[in-house]
């Protein structure tokens, strides 16, 4: 069975950057037949895909984020990476990381359980 | 990019069907993706492309689409089925994905 499985830390000071990684367990990050994406959700509100990355580096970022994230992937621990710079207040949220299902297809089969990262000094 | 609009909230009674449906400009190039969220958990495929069901979702769920508008339908709603739904779909750049704002269902 796949697991998705996000850490990193869960308090960012403002202006700085946010990490997160994405450990892929059950299955292999370098498959084919897969993308891995980042999807965020500010408390008590909706939905926000991030970005979306191909195991052979092909990446993918919502516009209104694009200036300020950086997704990679690292295939000899089988994890992808988050990268959000000059955080806000507005950057608070839980991060999912997902798999999309059927390649570049937007559809988001297995899903990390969330990690909340709040910005605050 | 486009947008996905969808019902911020949703009511049906007890074993009575509901649709929830999802409009955008994208959707007439590309299906609808549904997810289901509770309180505390992640989102949770439950229909994607023309019809499909992964497995373990039940078959009260379907989808349907047309035009700029796409549908989800529970018939027969169960207490269970109480949640935040939310679509989303490529947008028209065709790399980039959209998710609707999500609708809120009540099971009364």
């Known amino acids: 069975q796949l697991q998705l499985q996000e850490s990193g830390p869960g308090l960012v000071r403002p202006s700085e950057t946010l990490s997160l990684t994405c450990t892929v367990s059950g299955g292999s990050i370098s498959s084919s037949t897969y993308y891995w994406g980042w999807i965020r959700q500010p408390p008590g509100k909706g939905l926000e895909w991030i970005g979306t990355i191909y195991y052979a580096g092909s990446t993918y970022y919502n516009p209104s984020l694009k200036s300020r994230v950086t997704i990679s992937v690292d295939t000899s621990n089988n994890q992808f990476s988050l990268k959000l710079t000059s955080v806000t207040a507005a950057d608070t949220a839980v991060y999912y990381c997902?798999?999309?299902?059927?390649?570049?297809?937007?559809?988001?089969?297995?899903w990390g359980q969330g990690t909340l990262v709040t910005v605050s000094s | 990019s486009s947008e996905l609009t969808q019902d911020p909230a949703v009511s049906v009674a007890l074993g009575q069907t509901v649709r929830i449906t999802c409009q955008g400009d994208?959707?007439?190039?590309?299906?609808a993706t549904w997810y289901q969220q509770k309180p505390g958990q992640a989102p949770l495929l439950v229909m994607y492309g023309q019809n499909n069901r992964p497995s373990g979702i039940p078959d009260r769920f379907s989808g349907s689409g047309s035009g700029s508008t796409a549908s989800l339908t529970i018939t027969g709603a169960q207490a269970e089925d109480e949640a935040d739904y939310y679509c989303?779909?490529?947008?028209?750049?065709?790399?980039?994905?959209?998710f609707g704002g999500g609708t809120k269902l009540t099971v009364l």
């Open positions: 989303n779909s490529r947008d028209s750049n065709g790399n980039h994905v959209v």
């Open positions: 997902a798999r999309l299902y059927g390649g570049n297809s937007g559809v988001f089969d297995y």
């Open positions: 994208s959707l007439r190039s590309y299906y």
